[in-house]
């Protein structure tokens, strides 16, 4: 079936770095999404991207939807310590059933 | 607006008892979902819904069960309640890809 695979699974950075990760499946996606979940909270949309090529920024963020609609990428700029978290992809499953899958998550820590 | 609430936020059961899970949302969604998340396993979709009256069977959808019978209130139900149900729960709603989720409710069977 269908997965998402995200890397990588964890990241220990300085405050102040920029911080990247992405996402590829084996399979099209005419969707990504990317959602954040703050320790003991439920996801939350950060950013959809719907357009192959696309570049959107939310903030400090900036994520893209492939070229190749098999890959997507965000990017964090000059960190702070609320961007502690894990990171999600998601996207469509393609049945027109309104169903995403997730990726396992990219684990962001701040080293003080 | 509230977005997606749950009830209750933490739940602690006794193997082989039962309970539901009430999830609900002011957004007039069509569509809502549930949710496990463990340990290095992602979200794993459990039952979903895409309208009043219609479920669905997700990705892990044995030992559960859920109702719509209103289309803002989704429940999950555990009838008999396994410790491999130990989990956090999510509820999420949707009128297209965009899922908003819950706050989640942490179940714990001994």
């Known amino acids: 079936g269908q997965q998402l695979n995200q890397s990588p699974q964890s990241m220990f950075i300085q405050e102040g770095e920029d911080v990247s990760m992405n996402c590829t499946s084996s399979?099209?996606?005419?969707?990504w999404l990317w959602y954040k979940q703050d320790p003991g909270e439920g996801p939350v949309l950060l950013i959809a991207?719907?357009?192959?090529?696309e570049l959107t920024s939310n903030g400090r963020l900036t994520a893209q939807f492939g070229i190749t609609r098999k890959d997507s990428f965000l990017n964090i700029s000059a960190s702070i310590p609320s961007d502690v978290g894990i990171y999600f992809c998601?996207?469509?499953?393609?049945?027109?059933?309104?169903?995403?899958?997730f990726g396992k998550g990219t684990r962001l820590h701040i080293l003080p | 607006n509230a977005g997606v609430t749950q009830t209750p936020k933490f739940r602690v059961l006794k193997t082989g008892q039962s309970m539901t899970l009430l999830c609900a949302q002011d957004?007039?969604?069509?569509?809502m979902y549930w949710y496990r998340q463990d340990p290095g396993m992602g979200l794993r979709l459990i039952h979903y819904?895409?309208?009043?009256?219609?479920?669905a069977k997700g990705e892990v959808p044995d030992g559960y069960n859920v109702s719509r019978l209103k289309k803002q209130n989704f429940l999950l139900g555990l009838e008999s309640a396994a410790p491999s149900q130990t989990s956090v729960y999510f509820c999420?709603?949707?009128?297209?890809?965009?899922?908003?989720f819950g706050p989640g409710t942490r179940l714990t069977v001994t």
């Open positions: 957004m007039n969604h069509e569509y």
């Open positions: 399979s099209i996606f005419n969707t």
């Open positions: 991207l719907y357009k192959a090529g």
């Open positions: 819904s895409v309208g009043e009256g219609t479920t």
């Open positions: 998601a996207g469509p499953t393609g049945n027109r059933d309104d169903k995403i899958i």
């Open positions: 999420a709603s949707s009128s297209w890809f965009e899922q908003y």
